[in-house]
């Protein structure tokens, strides 16, 4: 059941100075509120009212979901989402009609104090947006910006996350672009979203699905999809790395390193089912960033400022010729936010509404999974001469990516048989289905292991792929004489994991037991592709660093088993590394750290060789070696040979 949507009556806000003007309306600081009064002071408020001649296609529906949608949220649901994304917080009401809503203004950590390129001395105080970084290093640093290479690839890793996060949630963004994208590189690097109102929340939209011109799709494609948001992740990363507004070409990106090359190019495919996952993307940022140069890039010292159109946009973006050497001085001290007209429209941010929700309590997650410890022992050999690395860019030994084949949820069409089945229905009890895959049989039962567990009821439709968004949903079921849907999550013998995504960690025993989902640790399983109705293990083989596979079977209804392909998580990169790898080793002789690395040139150690053998120290003969113990696996221990470069 959705809860009821926060509304505030036009006439009981006192609006401040106006911060902005755009194509949708226009958006004021709100003097007399604040919003989660829970945390000390509360935020800072702004208020968005929609220009008079869009009321009329507006879907005031859409927009009332949108902001209920945090009631029915967990409370750590709903703080997630209103920390990462501008998400709307209160109808606002005038003359009875939704005239806009409200919103948390952006946190302060997404701001910064933007250079004037003509007198450095002047600074503006000004929201950081994504697009100023898609420009040469000499005009980011110019501005006062401060960014590295690692920072550019942990702020792509949080923001691979959040989508993930966001799909599971039932939201699309849509309209992903580097307008409607706010970061920080102070403390952990992050991003946050903006322009919420034009997502897409279970399939409704508020306004029409617009594009940013130079960020569209394929022609043809369905707008606010998962597919589509990975598509234009992957243009971010790509325009991201060449310094560049309207690039495709992946080059710069394979350079830093070759797996995310190989997953921008798959995610720009114009087939929608083949395009990488978030989780996926998320996972090679962050290895990436683990060897990536943590120092600020500063540029040649030529600055040239971007012409008409935003950051980067026009006469003086990338690629024009340089006007001359601009010093970039000391910060100056914050200003007061200035006024502004569209681009501030689009950033003003967003409201955490848990003044709203702040009674309802949190239902918890399950703990961890416990993890095995494992067993790591080191040899050594005496080191050469002091070698002193480079900074390098880690580029991880894994074999090329291939995208996976399209993951099938199905949709069954039952047919019910006890009418009082549905009257009696309520979200969290439990039925069985002893139906087939096309025709439903229910009978009641208490929610134990090979049940299904009813997530959520829709009343007035019959429609099953209204549960499609539904986390956790694996069958939908209808009644006709109640006019009403079921969505029906499977109970599986075989532990959470069933309902695990790709990207999710999990674990468990190599035997018979429940496998569940736990942190990402050493020692748990990366889940690298999660396929629906099938339990051929055959479709794993092509993963990098697949080691595992574990099948979950649904008797009766094979459309829902569910196969997933693991990945084991070694302590670092000597784990994966084959015969001839070039690595760098750090840390102590007892507790040494291999990573990955860019070139030989920036490495101190070859792989001499490997067995998978626990312990084999005499494999190695007079080379250096480590060794790993997986005691639920033994065929993951290995015994790696290494030497000096």
């Given at each position: 059941m959705t809860a009821p949507a926060p509304t505030v009556d036009h006439g009981a806000l006192v609006l401040d100075r106006l911060l902005g003007q755009g194509g949708q309306g226009v958006v004021h600081r709100v003097a007399n509120r604040r919003i989660n009064d829970a945390d000390g002071d509360g935020w800072e408020v702004v208020y968005k009212e929609y220009d008079p001649a869009l009321l009329?296609?507006?879907?005031?529906?859409?927009?009332?979901?949108m902001v209920g949608l945090l009631g029915d949220l967990s409370v750590s649901e709903g703080r997630w989402l209103c920390e990462k994304t501008a998400w709307p917080a209160a109808l606002v009401r005038r003359e009875g009609h939704i005239s806009g809503f409200l919103m948390r203004a952006a946190p302060d950590r997404f701001h910064f104090d933007l250079r004037s390129l003509g007198d450095p001395a002047a600074t503006t105080r000004r929201l950081a947006n994504l697009e100023f970084l898609l420009n040469g290093d000499a005009y980011v640093a110019g501005i006062g910006l401060t960014v590295s290479e690692r920072d550019r690839l942990l702020l792509l890793a949080d923001l691979a996350a959040t989508l993930g996060r966001l799909h599971r949630i039932g939201i699309t963004v849509g309209d992903l672009s580097p307008k409607n994208l706010l970061f920080t590189t102070t403390?952990?690097?992050?991003?946050?979203l903006i322009d919420c109102d034009a997502m897409r929340l279970r399939g409704a939209s508020v306004l029409p699905q617009a594009e940013t011109p130079d960020w569209q799709l394929p022609a043809g494609e369905e707008k606010a999809t998962p597919a589509g948001d990975v598509h234009k992740l992957a243009l971010l990363a790509i325009r991201l790395f060449a310094r560049d507004q309207t690039t495709t070409d992946p080059t710069e990106l394979a350079a830093v390193n070759a797996a995310l090359g190989d997953l921008a190019r798959a995610g720009l495919d114009p087939d929608p089912s083949r395009r990488p996952t978030p989780g996926l993307w998320a996972e090679h940022l962050g290895v990436a960033a683990v060897a990536a140069s943590s120092t600020p890039a500063a540029g040649p010292g030529v600055v040239t400022p971007p012409g008409p159109g935003g950051p980067g946009g026009g006469p003086g973006g990338p690629g024009s010729t340089p006007a001359g050497p601009t010093?970039?001085?000391t910060p100056a001290p914050k200003s007061p936010v200035a006024a502004g007209i569209g681009v501030i429209a689009l950033l003003a941010a967003a409201v955490m509404a848990l003044v709203f929700i702040q009674s309802r309590h949190d239902s918890g997650s399950a703990p961890d999974v416990a993890v095995p410890t494992a067993t790591a022992t080191y040899g050594t050999v005496p080191p050469p001469a002091p070698v002193s690395p480079k900074p390098t860019k880690s580029t991880p030994v894994d074999p090329p990516y291939t995208a996976p084949a399209p993951v099938y949820t199905p949709t069954p069409t039952p047919t019910p048989t006890t009418p009082?089945?549905?009257?009696?229905?309520?979200?969290?009890?439990?039925?069985y289905d002893n139906g087939t895959s096309e025709v439903a049989k229910l009978s009641p039962t208490a929610c134990t292991a090979g049940a299904f567990k009813v997530l959520r009821i829709f009343n007035g439709t019959t429609n099953l792929d209204s549960c499609k968004n539904i986390t956790d949903y694996d069958e939908s079921v209808s009644s006709r004489n109640h006019n009403l849907v079921l969505c029906l999550s499977y109970l599986s013998p075989g532990g959470d994991a069933f309902h695990s995504d790709q990207g999710d960690c999990v674990y468990g025993p190599n035997s018979t037991g429940p496998w569940g989902k736990t942190s990402c640790q050493r020692g748990a399983f990366t889940v690298l592709a999660s396929y629906r109705g099938t339990t051929d293990y055959a479709k794993c083989d092509s993963w990098p660093n697949y080691n595992l596979s574990k099948a979950f079977t649904v008797p009766g209804n094979s459309t829902l088993d569910v196969l997933l392909c693991l990945s084991y998580t070694y302590p670092d990169a000597i784990g994966y590394a084959k015969t001839g790898a070039c690595l760098l080793k750090s840390g102590s002789e007892t507790r040494p750290v291999f990573s990955n690395v860019s070139s030989c040139s920036a490495a101190n150690i070859v792989v001499a060789g490997r067995t998978s053998t626990y312990n084999a120290a005499s494999f190695c003969g007079q080379y250096g070696w480590t060794t790993y113990q997986v005691p639920d696996y033994p065929?993951?221990?290995y015994t790696v040979c290494w030497r000096w470069r």
């Open positions: 009329p296609v507006l879907d005031a529906g859409a927009l009332t979901a403390g952990r690097p992050e991003c946050f010093a970039v001085p009082d089945m549905y009257e009696s229905a309520q979200v969290g009890s439990c039925f065929h993951l221990d």
